[in-house]
């Protein structure tokens, strides 16, 4: 049982070129999320995607598209990467497991760190 | 619009002496609170969590505080561990809801 994998751990761009971030769960989660984190401004959520076929912007989705290729897979896309989108990205994922203690309690990858040139 | 707010971004405290920290909401529909912890190049990991109906809760060495009417929370680590040194990030989330919201995070220090 991994939990949540995150593809690759490093990756440096050069500014207009695109990649794809990789997340995958093996939880059998219903929401997955992309987070982004930058020094002294927290956890910001990038897209999210409440079941299987669906996704929804986060607070601060431009520059980026989304992915849920299945339930255990939620990909998060950069088509042209700016010095601006350099931070560390983690990937998430919230069942409906252990009860209402534990309801919203979200599960988070290693993340990935990326750097545009 | 930041509804989850942390301030005093960094802690320092002795080795086996109590951490405090705070954390402040705006938005009064949240009915359920968390603290994450996390450490350099990992994820964060859930800590402890409180509902809206109860003001207190405790898991070992951790223990978080709701106040409601002033929209405050706390979390106390007691007694502090060199291995609680890290971010501690607070969220709240209205149940039901599916998007947490969190604060800016706290570095905390636990020294020798």
């Known amino acids: 049982n991994a939990g949540v994998t995150q593809t690759p751990k490093f990756q440096v761009l050069k500014t207009g070129q695109s990649m794809t971030l990789q997340c995958a769960q093996d939880?059998?989660?219903?929401?997955m999320y992309w987070y982004r984190q930058d020094p002294g401004m927290g956890l910001r959520l990038i897209y999210y995607s409440a079941s299987e076929g669906t996704t929804d912007k986060g607070e601060v989705p431009n520059g980026y598209n989304v992915s849920r290729l299945n339930k255990r897979e939620f990909s998060l896309r950069l088509e042209s990467a700016a010095p601006s989108q350099t931070s560390v990205y983690f990937c998430?994922?919230?069942?409906?497991?252990?009860?209402?203690?534990?309801?919203?309690?979200?599960?988070f990858g290693p993340g990935t760190r990326l750097t545009v040139l | 619009d930041q509804q989850v707010k942390q301030n005093s971004p960094s802690l320092s405290v002795q080795e086996g002496r109590i951490s405090i920290l705070n954390c402040d909401y705006t938005n009064s529909m949240f009915d359920y609170f968390l603290w994450y912890k996390k450490y350099p190049a990992e994820g964060p990991t859930f800590l402890i969590s409180i509902s809206s109906i109860k003001d207190k809760n405790e898991d070992g060495r951790f223990t978080v505080f709701l106040n409601k009417s002033a929209k405050h929370l706390s979390l106390h680590i007691v007694p502090s561990q060199p291995g609680d040194s890290a971010v501690y990030f607070c969220?709240?989330?209205?149940?039901?809801?599916?998007?947490?919201?969190f604060g800016k995070g706290n570095q905390v220090v636990v020294i020798p």
């Open positions: 969220a709240a989330i209205r149940y039901g809801n599916n998007r947490l919201a």
């Open positions: 939880m059998n989660h219903n929401s």
């Open positions: 998430a994922s919230r069942g409906h497991l252990g009860g209402i203690s534990r309801f919203h309690e979200q599960f």
